[in-house]
Structures are given as structure tokens and as C-alpha cells.
């Protein structure tokens, strides 16, 4: 039986992506390979938290709360092998399955909808970390063989963090790594503002409408931050 870091565990409603607003259980598991500048869980992250606890452990209390979805975020939960056997337990106990990652790494593993969130350059920490680390996190965030491989054996969706209010650069880099990534554009495409502030999110979004009609993407809200504000467990 394996054993993972686990920052929390709750039941919420999705915030983020195409089933925004689903009623959802929560499995944050902790650890990265990668510090975004504006990563908003940075105890999953940066600096890690939580109990080591056994994956039949964490399955049983998802499968207490009776909610028929369940999603595996971070942190990033693709680093950990322990995440493909409670992915297959939630499989064999009828739970419908999100699992978010940055798609730096591929493993195979049950999923119902592979959430990526590739890191634009707007993620690098310089000024905030040791060189070294800005330098791990520039040669890791963008790997195109994961995101080729997760393309090909997943039904996903992507989600890009951007932030309009410096321009629209995020968006060529992310039409750069579409054309990158065979068959990627046949997958949902969603812009999420970069944000922690209701106000500040709803503003950036208003200024991302006519890109995503231009283009044919979708804006994701976070939701979670409106109805809760910058919390934990939400």
C-alpha cells in the first residue's frame, strides 16, 4: 500500500474548467516539481504540508463523503506513484475522476478528464528563489514529449493562467505550444485570469472576451474565489 503527503482533503464545488460549479471532493496532495511566482496553494508546493497517510486511508474518507466526483490536484500529483493507485481504487468505486497537473510528467493512471495547466513564462520566480530554482522551474515547466503523450491517452482540457493586464503575450506563447502539441486544439482551451481578488479576476476576464471569441477559447472563472475568497479547504 502506498503513501502519500496529503495538505487536505474537502468537499467543495469545482471552481475551475469545464465542470465548474460540480459538486466535487478535493485530494490536494503535496508536493512540486515546479514554484509558479503566483501559485496560490503554496503549502502543497513551496513548502509542502500535511500528514503522510496511506491510500486506503485518503480513499476512505472520499468515499465517506458520497460525492460522485472527485478531484486529484496539488501541488503537482502526477510526481507520485501512490496517486495512480488511488486514481484506480476512486475508478473501481464509481467515482467520476479530475486530476490536475502542470503536464510535466506523463503516467499512466484512471482518469476521467486530465486537467493540464502548462506554465507560461508569466510563472518564472526570479527575484523570489534561488537561481537555482528559477532555473529548475524554466527547464522543466514546459515539456512538450508529457503533454504530447497526455494528448494522446487522455480526454482533457487545458487551462492557462494569464494576466491581460500586461498584454497579450501570454496568448502567443500559448498559440506557440498548441502548434506544438498534435491534436491539443481539439481539447477545450480555457484562459483563467491570474488573480486571488474577485474584483482583480473579474476585470482581467472582462478583458479576455474578445481574445477567446477571437480564437475560439473559453474563459474559466474561479469561482471558488468568489464565493469564498483565497482560502484553503474550498
Same mark, same amino acid.
Given at each position: ?20 460549479? !460540480? %459538486?466535487?471532493?478535493? &485530494? =490536494?496532495?503535496?508536493?512540486?516539481? $515546479?514554484?509558479? #511566482? ?8 513551496? !513548502? %509542502?504540508?500535511?500528514? &503522510? =497517510?496511506?491510500?486506503?486511508?485518503? $480513499?476512505?474518507? #472520499? ?129 483563467m485570469a491570474e488573480g486571488t481578488d474577485s474584483e482583480i479576476l473579474q476585470r482581467r476576464q472582462r478583458l479576455l472576451v474578445e481574445p477567446c471569441i477571437d480564437r475560439g477559447w473559453r474563459i474559466s472563472p474561479r469561482m471558488h474565489v468568489d ?8
Amino acid at each position: 500500500m502506498a503513501n502519500l503527503r496529503i495538505a487536505e482533503v474537502f468537499t467543495s464545488v469545482q471552481g475551475e474548467g469545464i465542470w465548474v460549479g !460540480t %459538486p466535487s471532493v478535493f &485530494v =490536494r496532495v503535496s508536493g512540486c516539481n $515546479l514554484r509558479c #511566482v503566483w501559485c496560490d496553494t503554496k503549502y502543497a508546493s513551496w !513548502t %509542502p504540508e500535511g500528514p &503522510v =497517510r496511506t491510500v486506503e486511508q485518503v $480513499l476512505q474518507e #472520499v468515499l465517506r463523503e458520497n460525492v460522485r466526483h472527485v478531484v486529484l490536484t496539488g501541488g503537482e500529483p502526477m510526481l507520485f506513484e501512490g496517486v495512480a493507485e488511488l486514481a484506480s481504487a476512486l475508478r473501481a468505486a464509481g467515482r467520476i475522476l479530475t486530476i490536475e497537473t502542470a503536464g510535466t510528467i506523463f503516467r499512466p493512471l484512471a482518469s476521467d478528464l486530465m486537467s493540464i495547466s502548462p506554465k507560461l513564462s508569466n510563472s518564472s520566480p526570479r527575484g523570489h528563489l534561488s537561481e537555482s530554482w528559477v532555473q529548475r522551474h524554466e527547464s522543466i515547466r514546459l515539456d512538450l514529449e508529457p503533454l504530447r503523450h497526455l494528448v494522446q491517452h487522455f480526454d482533457c482540457q487545458f487551462k492557462f493562467v494569464v494576466n491581460p493586464d500586461e498584454g497579450l503575450g501570454d496568448l502567443d506563447e500559448i498559440e506557440h505550444l498548441l502548434a506544438q502539441v498534435p491534436g491539443a486544439d481539439q481539447h477545450p482551451i480555457l484562459l483563467m485570469a491570474e488573480g486571488t481578488d474577485s474584483e482583480i479576476l473579474q476585470r482581467r476576464q472582462r478583458l479576455l472576451v474578445e481574445p477567446c471569441i477571437d480564437r475560439g477559447w473559453r474563459i474559466s472563472p474561479r469561482m471558488h474565489v468568489d464565493l469564498f475568497g483565497n482560502t484553503k479547504g474550498t
